[in-house]
Antibody
Framework: QITLKESGPTLVKPTQTLTLTCTFSGFSLSTSGVGVGWIRQPPGKALEWLALIYWDDDKRYSPSLKSRLTITKDTSKNQVVLTMTNMDPVDTATYYC????????????????WGRGTLVTVSS | QSVLTQPPSASGTPGQRVTISCSGSSSNIGSNYVYWYQQLPGTAPKLLIYRNNQRPSGVPDRFSGSKSGTSASLAISGLRSEDEADYYCAAWDDSLSGFWVFGGGTKLTVL
């Protein structure tokens, strides 16, 4: 059974750096084809993809946020960490991490299981 | 402004069939699979449709997906009160270095 859980500060000040941790179980990021991604959702608004990392350390970022994001993995701890610099009130959102499934029937990857999310508020 | 365009709202009465559209471009829907997520109030998104029209185990066959060109649709037949939720489409976009794009979401109300 795959589970993911996001953790991190609930409140950050403008200009600070946000560090979020996704702790997962039921799979290993050392297994070929596996990945973890981050998606956020401002209150009452749509989902926005942020970043993802694959088992082979391939990383992809949202073009609009690339300069502010860093994603890393710690395979031994079953964790993926996302850092976002220079936080602003518009970054207030629920941040989700999600398991990326590798569909081998017709090769493609997608988010199949999500964590419950963590609400991060940016305010002074 | 989301890359994929969805109607902000949709509605139907119990038992009815409703469809939700998702419009994209050649670099996303036009060349990649479409996925649909259901988000019940206060919960995380749940995968509803993958690879355009495939249902994960446990998703009722009342839910179906289709794709044509640069657009996709989610259909819900035999509408039930528990279907009231937000629905999002998603696809990989091949432009730049590649990135995921989501629709703006459609709030489905069961009247």
């Amino acid at each position: 059974q795959i589970t993911l859980k996001e953790s991190g500060p609930t409140l950050v000040k403008p200009t600070q750096t946000l560090t979020l941790t996704c702790t997962f179980s039921g799979f290993s990021l050392s297994t070929s084809g596996v990945g973890v991604g981050w998606i956020r959702q401002p209150p009452g608004k749509a989902l926005e993809w942020l970043a993802l990392i694959y088992w082979d350390d391939d990383k992809r970022y949202s073009p609009s946020l690339k300069s502010r994001l860093t994603i890393t993995k710690d395979t031994s701890k079953n964790q993926v960490v996302l850092t976002m610099t220079n936080m602003d009130p518009v970054d207030t959102a629920t941040y989700y991490c999600a398991h990326i499934y590798w569909d081998t029937v017709v090769p493609n990857w997608y988010f199949d299981l999500w964590g419950r999310g963590t609400l991060v508020t940016v305010s002074s | 402004q989301s890359v994929l365009t969805q109607p902000p709202s949709a509605s139907g009465t119990p038992g009815q069939r409703v469809t939700i559209s998702c419009s994209g471009s050649s670099s996303n829907i036009g060349s990649n699979y479409v996925y649909w997520y259901q988000q019940l109030p206060g919960t995380a998104p749940k995968l509803l449709i993958y690879r355009n029209n495939q249902r994960p185990s446990g998703v009722p066959d009342r839910f179906s997906g289709s794709k044509s060109g640069t657009s996709a649709s989610l259909a819900i037949s035999g509408l039930r009160s528990e279907d009231e939720a937000d629905y999002y489409c998603a696809a990989w976009d091949d432009s730049l270095s590649g990135f995921w794009v989501f629709g703006g979401g459609t709030k489905l109300t069961v009247l």
